[in-house]
């Protein structure tokens, strides 16, 4: 079996488990409003049920983002343009973004990229608590790149920082930034978080050398 048959396969059952154990939940509130007849906690209970309706419909949607991983073939993208779209696909719009790209800056990277930008942000919306701001910058580590994402949240603690990378930690789905290192890792691009505790996220995407380059971007 490839490794790409074993990535899905071992996604497939985390996924599978997940979903029942939602349903299980989810039959649990709905006998629970079937046994109540107090319309207050009957609202209660619709309102977690619908919750988990919520949680379901993402881990769907999830493996149906993952089936797509390396089908399509990496191209050169431009990073400051894949910086807003993945903001402007948010239904939240409360961070205010602060962006230090050079305009020309290219990356060559799987096509689910902009995806990874959007779980960095939808990171900071559900585990920040506070954050309000978020920042993209770069700067050069010998011959790589280094893509820097900041927020002012409550960070993460030094014994999570790889554990927040694995399937199913966390809350929601648990798979974003376990889907965002795989679609990195499709041509060799790295994502570590190393911010201090209390003091904010800090992720790091690490471009190796030939793996970006500045060409000028024209808008059409």
Known sequence: MGEGSRKLQLLGSLVRHDVLN???????????????TDEEEAREF????KQIVTAIQKDL???????DLGILSPTWQNVGVLIHQGRSAL???????EVDIPRDLEVFADPLFERVITILYENTLRHGVCANRASFFVRNHERDLVLTYTDNGVGVLGDRKEEIFDPGVGENTGFGLFLAREILSITDITIQENGVPDAG???EITAPDGLFRYKP???H
């Not at 949607?61 to 089936?67: A, G, H, L, Q, V």
């Not at 239904?91 to 973004?97: A, E, S, V």
């Open 61 to 67: 949607e999830f493996t149906r983002t993952y089936k």
């Open 91 to 97: 239904t939240d719009q409360r961070l205010f973004l």
């Open 46 to 49: 619709i309102g977690k049920a």
């Open 217 to 219: 971007y024209s808008v």
């Open 201 to 203: 996220a800090r992720f």
């Open 22 to 36: 939602r349903v299980n939940a989810l039959l649990g509130y709905l006998v629970q409003v079937e046994h109540h």
